[in-house]
T-cell receptor, first 114, second 110 residues
C-alpha cells in the first residue's frame, strides 16, 4: 500500500523557533508537495518538488523553505515560526512526472505556534 | 484566476437518504477534476479523476459526474461511514496548478 509518512502529528512551538516538518514516501514517487489547510481557506500549496534537489514555490511560500536531498524525503522548514503559521500541514506525493492531480497525502502535522 | 466553489458547505443526511454535492469551477482549460474524501484529523484520500464532460466514475455508493462547468458527487443510500468532508480540485490544462474547493462536510446519521 502507498504510504506517505509525516514525522510529527502534533507539534507545539514558540514564536521565533525553527521548525522542521519531515515527510517520507515509500512509493518511489517523483513529485512531492507541501500544503497547509486552514478553516475557510481550504488547501493552499506552499512548495513542491518534481525531482531531487529541485524545488518550486507554490501559492504561499513566504516564511517557509524546503529541502529535498533524497527522492523519498521532502522537508518543510519554518525559519522563524510565527503565530499565523499555526495550521494543519499536509505532505503529498504523486507517481507521474508532471502529474499533480492524483495526490497521496500523509496524515498531516498539526502545528501550534504560541 | 482559477476558482473552485463547492456547495453546500455542510450536509446532514439520514442513513439511506441519497443526495448530491456540487463542485463548480472556472478554469482556462481543464486538464482534470479530482475528488477526495477527508476524515477528521487526517489527510485527504483520493477518490476519482474526471477528464472530460460526460464522464462518470463510480465507487461503492459514490458516483462522480462532470459537465463543462461543474461536477457532482452523488451519494446513493449513504451509510454513517460515508460521513466525511469531500473535496474537489481542478487542474488547469496549461501547467500543473491544482486548485482546491473549500469542501462539503457530510454527516450521515443512523
Amino acid at each position: 500500500d502507498v504510504k506517505v509518512t509525516q514525522s510529527s502529528r502534533y507539534l507545539v512551538k514558540r514564536t521565533g523557533e525553527k521548525v522542521f516538518l519531515e515527510c517520507v514516501q515509500d512509493m518511489d514517487h517523483e513529485n512531492m508537495f507541501w500544503y497547509r489547510q486552514d478553516p475557510g481557506l481550504g488547501l493552499r500549496l506552499i512548495y513542491f518538488s518534481y525531482d531531487v534537489k529541485m524545488k518550486e514555490k507554490g501559492d504561499i511560500p513566504e516564511g517557509y523553505s524546503v529541502s529535498r536531498e533524497k527522492k523519498e524525503r521532502f522537508s518543510l522548514i519554518l525559519e522563524s515560526a510565527s503565530t499565523n503559521q499555526t495550521s494543519m500541514y499536509l505532505c503529498a506525493s504523486t507517481r507521474r512526472k508532471g502529474s499533480t492531480g492524483e495526490l497521496f497525502f500523509g496524515e498531516g502535522s498539526r502545528l501550534t505556534v504560541l | 484566476e482559477d476558482q473552485v466553489t463547492q456547495s453546500p458547505e455542510a450536509l446532514r443526511l439520514q442513513e439511506g437518504e441519497s443526495s448530491s454535492l456540487n463542485c463548480s469551477y472556472t478554469v482556462s482549460g481543464l486538464r482534470g477534476l479530482f475528488w477526495y474524501r477527508q476524515d477528521p484529523g487526517k489527510g485527504p484520500e483520493f477518490l476519482f479523476t474526471l477528464y472530460s464532460a460526460g464522464e462518470e466514475k463510480e465507487k461503492e455508493r459514490l458516483k462522480a459526474t462532470l459537465t463543462k462547468k461543474e461536477s457532482f458527487l452523488h451519494i446513493t443510500a449513504p451509510k454513517p461511514e460515508d460521513s466525511a468532508t469531500y473535496l474537489c480540485a481542478v487542474q488547469e490544462a496549461a501547467g500543473n496548478k491544482l486548485t482546491f474547493g473549500g469542501g462539503t462536510r457530510v454527516l450521515v446519521k443512523p
